[in-house]
């Protein structure tokens, strides 16, 4: 049993893979202690965006720094996709890899490739095998080929110098069964060594990981505590105990069970990764763990809208993660921008009282109810807000898909009119709104930019205040009034967000006044309710 730890690889996906030296000293030393025989301190990359810990490219001058236990060996993975780019695959290589296995503390190279990118890195495997180096290649996304592709595929390996062959369950939707069954086809092909990495998205990376080994792999990806992209990988901790069980270790855990508690525990708690409802619908419906990762990491997105977005993201070829799909799902609407109705009907020369969900409106929910009684604005309460009295309230607004899926129940319980692009939405979603007294007015999405129209608006961000407020001011109203508006804390991504979509409309052509009557920390003009 070869047990494969690469938690300083697929672990940097939640930290950059910016772990201390101390820490990585002290990892190495217990992880060797514990029986590990191999560890993949990282990627050898020549990618440099944004900032990266050591990790993320393990140079030699790196790992010549470290202190590195006697008993071990080091592994570094290579991404299939920068050996198949425009530059000469010779010349990558050469720069990826510098010096030769015997000057060099790795002793592993693993690439990690796509099923479209394997045949092209296969010439990969002859380099880094004439540098010395011990070379496996790691499939990704194999769960949904077939059996003569994987044969197919097996049978091609044997053509190069490859040492283990690896598959990856990359979405964690694999279960005991179907890990035997790929194990056996890739048998028909390939005889040499196997590995396997498992991703816990259903709860399944250990019993997965000890099945195929019990078919005959023998190389086995673990990280401690679970950690990597997504829900995490395997447990090294509860691999090796298994191990023992089976007389195929005998290291000493104290020095790693101690490290968890001190170091990967805390780290944990911050970072989040490890199985949940989400990443096991994820594995589910073959969707890439990183959606789930991204979304859970950012606070604009509440539980009903994660669950919406699965929903949504199921129907869609989301097998491969892509931030730019992720962002699009989150901004875009399925048609052009049109509606049916004009708040010119409503708005022109009124005074408009926008209701948020900051505690501020529940702190102050008296005043700002006898503010609505004595004023007379025109009230819109954003998406389901119920802190004030539904009597008092003129309009809901909503604008976003993921949110009127999710929330469509809880509208048929309101009695108030609602205001969204209806016409512009998927048929779903139109038919669970019939019945129910709505307001058609259509929204587009365009960076820094505000228009009103008048029956559609173009706002910056898919933010319900943003439309609410072009819808104030298509509708000429005289003035916008917020209550609840206290903001998310000065690095919450959601205040950020709201301040530059006030930016924004300041600068659009014929905008109009906003205050806030309620504390709020954006740039706002302010007044006190108590005063009005």
Same mark, same amino acid.
């Given at each position: 049993?070869?047990?494969?730890?690469?938690?300083?690889?697929?672990?940097?996906?939640?930290?950059?893979?910016?772990?201390?030296?101390?820490?990585?000293?002290?990892?190495?030393?217990?992880?060797?202690?514990?029986?590990?025989?191999?560890?993949?301190?990282?990627?050898?990359?020549?990618?440099?965006?944004?900032?990266?810990?050591?990790?993320?490219?393990?140079?030699?001058?790196?790992?010549?720094?470290?202190?590195?236990?006697?008993?071990?060996?080091?592994?570094?993975?290579?991404?299939?996709?920068?050996?198949?780019?425009?530059?000469?695959?010779?010349?990558?290589?050469?720069?990826?890899?510098?010096?030769?296995?015997?000057?060099?503390?790795?002793?592993?190279?693993?690439?990690?490739?796509?099923?479209?990118?394997?045949?092209?890195?296969?010439?990969?495997?002859?380099?880094?095998?004439?540098?010395? @180096?011990?070379?496996?290649?790691?499939?990704?996304?194999?769960?949904?080929?077939?059996?003569?592709?994987?044969?197919?595929?097996?049978?091609?390996?044997?053509?190069?110098?490859?040492?283990?062959?690896?598959?990856?369950?990359?979405?964690?939707?694999?279960?005991?069964?179907?890990?035997?069954?790929?194990?056996?086809?890739?048998?028909?092909?390939?005889?040499?060594?196997?590995?396997?990495?498992?991703?816990?998205?259903?709860?399944?990376?250990?019993?997965? *990981?000890?099945?195929? @080994?019990?078919?005959?792999?023998?190389?086995?990806?673990?990280?401690?505590?679970?950690?990597?992209?997504?829900?995490?990988?395997?447990?090294?901790?509860?691999?090796?105990?298994?191990?023992?069980?089976?007389?195929?270790?005998?290291?000493?855990?104290?020095?790693?069970?101690?490290?968890?508690?001190?170091?990967?525990?805390?780290?944990?708690?911050?970072?989040?990764?490890?199985?949940?409802?989400?990443?096991?619908?994820?594995?589910?419906?073959?969707?890439?763990?990183?959606?789930?990762?991204?979304?859970?990491?950012?606070?604009?997105?509440?539980?009903?809208?994660?669950?919406?977005?699965?929903?949504?993201?199921?129907?869609?070829?989301?097998?491969?993660?892509?931030?730019?799909?992720?962002?699009?799902?989150?901004?875009? @609407?399925? *048609?052009?921008?049109?509606? *049916?109705?004009?708040?010119?009907?409503?708005?022109?020369?009124?005074?408009?009282?926008?209701?948020?969900?900051?505690?501020?409106?529940?702190?102050?929910?008296?005043?700002?109810?006898?503010?609505?009684?004595?004023?007379?604005?025109?009230?819109?309460?954003?998406?389901?807000?119920?802190?004030?009295?539904?009597?008092?309230?003129?309009?809901?607004?909503?604008?976003?898909?993921?949110?009127?899926?999710?929330?469509?129940?809880?509208?048929?319980?309101?009695?108030?009119?609602?205001?969204?692009?209806?016409?512009?939405?998927?048929?779903?979603?139109?038919?669970?709104?019939?019945?129910?007294?709505?307001?058609?007015?259509?929204?587009?999405?365009?960076?820094?930019?505000?228009?009103?129209?008048?029956?559609?608006?173009?706002?910056?961000?898919?933010?319900?205040?943003?439309?609410?407020?072009?819808?104030?001011?298509?509708?000429?109203?005289?003035?916008?009034?917020?209550?609840?508006?206290?903001? @998310?804390?000065?690095?919450?991504?959601?205040?950020?967000?709201?301040?530059?979509?006030?930016?924004?409309?300041?600068?659009?052509?014929?905008?109009?006044?906003?205050?806030?009557?309620?504390?709020?920390?954006?740039?706002?003009?302010?007044?006190?309710?108590?005063?009005?």
């Amino acid at each position: 049993m070869n047990i494969l730890d690469c938690t300083l690889r697929d672990g940097g996906y939640y930290n950059d893979w910016n772990f201390p030296i101390d820490l990585i000293e002290r990892y190495l030393a217990a992880i060797t202690t514990a029986g590990v025989p191999v560890v993949e301190v990282g990627f050898r990359s020549l990618t440099n965006s944004g900032f990266k810990g050591p990790c993320a490219f393990s140079r030699d001058e790196f790992l010549d720094s470290l202190d590195i236990p006697d008993h071990v060996s080091i592994g570094v993975m290579v991404n299939g996709s920068e050996l198949v780019g425009p530059l000469e695959q010779s010349k990558v290589l050469e720069k990826l890899f510098p010096r030769s296995a015997d000057a060099s503390a790795v002793g592993l190279v693993r690439i990690a490739c796509h099923m479209s990118e394997f045949e092209a890195c296969l010439p990969a495997t002859k380099w880094l095998k004439g540098k010395g @180096y011990k070379v496996g290649m790691n499939l990704m996304q194999v769960a949904d080929r077939g059996k003569d592709e994987l044969i197919s595929l097996a049978k091609r390996a044997t053509e190069y110098p490859i040492d283990v062959l690896y598959f990856a369950d990359s979405l964690g939707s694999m279960g005991p069964e179907q890990t035997a069954e790929i194990v056996h086809w890739f048998r028909e092909g390939w005889s040499g060594a196997m590995g396997i990495h498992t991703h816990d998205n259903m709860g399944r990376a250990l019993q997965n *990981t000890l099945r195929a @080994y019990d078919e005959g792999v023998s190389w086995l990806d673990t990280t401690v505590t679970g950690m990597g992209r997504g829900p995490g990988n395997a447990k090294t901790e509860e691999l090796l105990i298994e191990a023992m069980d089976r007389g195929e270790s005998s290291g000493d855990l104290v020095p790693l069970m101690k490290l968890i508690r001190e170091y990967f525990d805390p780290l944990r708690l911050r970072c989040g990764w490890g199985k949940n409802f989400y990443y096991y619908l994820a594995g589910k419906y073959g969707i890439h763990p990183t959606y789930i990762q991204s979304v859970l990491g950012d606070s604009r997105y509440k539980e009903e809208e994660i669950f919406s977005l699965l929903e949504y993201l199921k129907d869609k070829d989301a097998k491969s993660y892509s931030s730019g799909f992720l962002q699009s799902a989150r901004l875009s @609407y399925p *048609t052009s921008p049109k509606g *049916t109705w004009s708040p010119r009907s409503i708005f022109p020369n009124r005074d408009v009282l926008i209701l948020g969900t900051g505690p501020s409106l529940r702190e102050h929910r008296v005043a700002i109810q006898n503010y609505i009684q004595c004023r007379r604005p025109v009230v819109l309460a954003l998406n389901t807000q119920s802190e004030i009295e539904s009597r008092l309230i003129d309009f809901r607004i909503a604008c976003h898909p993921l949110r009127l899926l999710a929330d469509f129940e809880m509208y048929k319980e309101l009695s108030n009119p609602l205001i969204t692009p209806l016409s512009m939405l998927p048929e779903k979603i139109q038919s669970a709104f019939t019945g129910m007294e709505v307001l058609d007015f259509g929204v587009d999405v365009q960076k820094n930019t505000f228009q009103f129209f008048d029956t559609y608006c173009v706002i910056p961000s898919p933010l319900v205040f943003a439309y609410a407020i072009a819808i104030a001011t298509s509708g000429h109203a005289n003035k916008i009034t917020l209550a609840g508006f206290d903001g @998310y804390g000065p690095v919450d991504p959601r205040t950020t967000e709201m301040q530059l979509t006030l930016d924004a409309y300041k600068k659009a052509e014929f905008s109009i006044p906003i205050l806030a009557i309620t504390p709020s920390c954006y740039h706002i003009d302010k007044e006190s309710v108590y005063a009005c």
